[in-house]
């Protein structure tokens, strides 16, 4: 799995589209996928009845909070998550989780990177090593931000629709300064890191800044509504060597066949600004890179109807393969609820799922496409 640092993923082909990148076909004897071990957690109604349910995410009984269904992460060998107000950690074959931390120890937005376990707990951040240890405090957010992990920082920002600096937290001299300020019609709504520049998700554009700090340089630029342009929509960034997936809208096919401005995944070539095409159609909800395939979280809404989404695997060659149906519902062209959290591996794909009114999500895992053939 490739790692991005980062914190805060269609149901028809793309025609025309310049398809994703392009991973060596794999060499050898065929892939050999282990049968994941039962959790004995029960099902609920969304859950596939093929799908295999590995952990329940839950708050604290008599609690709304202390649980989030909405991140989970992987280095490979473990799933982390958060459920009863402490951080979990789930080997990717199934079996008993392991609680890394104190009952009370966390509950907000969560993320790996490096080695380290990020999350927040009243807008405080914490990490700890991923293999287990003592945990360090490292900044406490003001409310209403979002923000990301890079190396020996944390990057934060306020959600606005007007400008707004991006300010990092040093992870070793415990210093804040503002790294970079957004234009005056722009407000931040994600960021990521490759190791080398910063990226970030506009209100509309998408652009990106040396690590360090530095001029800006844009990916993309919007030029009005329904025009000819793509738009960043949400906050949601993958990295590639090569390309930026970003949720957002552009030109291009639309459900009844027409031609015209809709919801699609983005791809901006990173050696080439100004150079985007489409990966899928569909509102985006999560996204996750493996082996040169596009997995996501998608839902295709027709005439302004109610759409449900579902998990997909978009191949190198646009072949679109669903997985799953997912949690995510859109209405009105707005993401009216949908989980995060979503990793694909060689064998199975990962992924979290809301079930009713308990306040209580599923981590389950299906086969991916490409490993049953």
């Known amino acids: 799995m490739k790692a991005t640092w980062m914190v805060a993923a269609v149901l028809a082909g793309c025609a025309g589209c310049g398809g994703l990148d392009r991973d060596p076909a794999p060499s050898g004897p065929a892939l050999q996928c282990d049968a994941l071990k039962p959790s004995g957690v029960a099902s609920c109604d969304l859950v596939a009845p093929e799908a295999v349910v590995l952990a329940r995410i839950a708050p604290l009984p008599g609690e709304d909070s202390g649980a989030n269904g909405f991140h989970v992460a992987s280095d490979g060998a473990f799933l982390y998550y958060v459920s009863e107000s402490r951080v979990f950690r789930l080997a990717v074959g199934g079996g008993e989780p392991e609680a890394l931390t104190a009952s009370g120890s966390a509950g907000g937005s969560f993320g790996l990177a490096d080695g ?42 306020r959600y606005a629709g007007e400008a707004e600096p991006l300010r990092r937290f040093r992870i070793s001299t415990g210093e804040t300064t503002d790294l970079w300020s957004s234009p005056a019609d722009q407000g931040i709504r994600g960021a990521a890191t490759d190791g080398e520049h910063v990226y970030m998700a506009l209100t509309t554009d998408l652009v990106r800044i040396p690590l360090e700090g530095g001029a800006t340089e844009v990916l993309s630029a919007y030029g009005g509504a329904l025009g000819p342009t793509p738009q960043v929509v949400r906050g949601i960034l993958e990295l590639t060597n090569e390309h930026v997936y970003f ?64 998990i997909v695997r978009v191949a190198p060659d646009g072949t679109v393969e669903p997985i799953a149906d997912s949690d995510l519902t859109v209405g009105a062209a707005v993401i009216s609820w949908a989980s995060d959290g979503l990793v694909a591996s060689d064998c199975w794909v990962y992924f979290n799922l809301r079930c009713g009114e308990d306040s209580s999500h599923r981590l389950v895992a299906m086969p991916n496409p490409a490993s049953t053939r």
């Open 116 to 157: 380290w376990l990020y999350w927040t707990k009243d807008r405080v951040v914490s990490r700890m090593p991923a293999e287990g240890g003592d945990v360090e405090t490292l900044l406490e957010l003001p409310e209403e931000v979002g923000w990301s992990v890079v190396p020996d920082a944390i990057l934060w920002w």
């Open 247 to 310: 949720a957002g809208s552009g030109p291009g096919p639309q459900p009844d066949g027409s031609e015209g401005h809709g919801p699609r995944i983005l791809r901006a070539t990173k050696a080439a600004p100004h150079t985007v095409d489409s990966a899928a159609d569909g509102f985006a909800a999560r996204m996750a890179i493996h082996a040169g395939a596009l997995f996501a979280d998608l839902a295709v809404p027709v005439s302004g109807e109610e759409a449900h989404g579902a």
